[in-house]
């Protein structure tokens, strides 16, 4: 909840960033000077990135959490209880040792979803951020 919560706000402070960006765009180009006019311009061009990116990262997170609410529901979520650091997270050398474990899952069903996303899981909890979200997308779309 307190996820969504964030995402929320973060939404909210984009659509606050893109009604100032929009107008003074708008206020820069009714200047009329051919510099004023171009920065106008790229304030219209930098919130569609903003907005593209913004829902590119809510559509993965959207797939990627009913993909792991099925697993669940399937009873397929890894069942290892590993160690916490103080803050509360996992501790990433314990993740690290059972990682081989669910990359051989993979090698063995690379056609298989559930295999993908645990993978991700894996990579999430060793710490690797880039890997869980590429593991995350082969998991969706094998899906």
Excluded: C, H, N
């Amino acid at each position: 909840m307190r996820t969504k919560f964030a995402v929320a706000l973060m939404v909210a402070l984009l659509v606050l960033y893109l009604a100032f960006a929009i107008r003074y765009g708008l206020l820069l180009i009714s200047i009329g000077e051919p510099v004023a006019i171009g920065m106008g311009l790229a304030l219209f061009v930098l919130p569609l990135i903003a907005i593209w990116a913004l829902v590119v990262e809510l559509l993965f997170a959207i797939r990627a959490e009913r993909l792991g609410l099925r697993l669940e529901a399937e009873g397929g979520l890894p069942a290892e209880e590993l160690p916490l650091r103080p803050s509360g997270r996992i501790d990433p050398a314990a993740a690290a040792e059972l990682f081989p474990v669910y990359q051989a899952a993979t090698e063995a069903a690379p056609e298989d979803w559930r295999t993908w996303f645990r993978l991700g899981l894996a990579y999430d909890a060793a710490g690797d951020r880039r890997r869980a979200r590429w593991a995350t997308r082969q998991a969706i779309k094998l899906s």
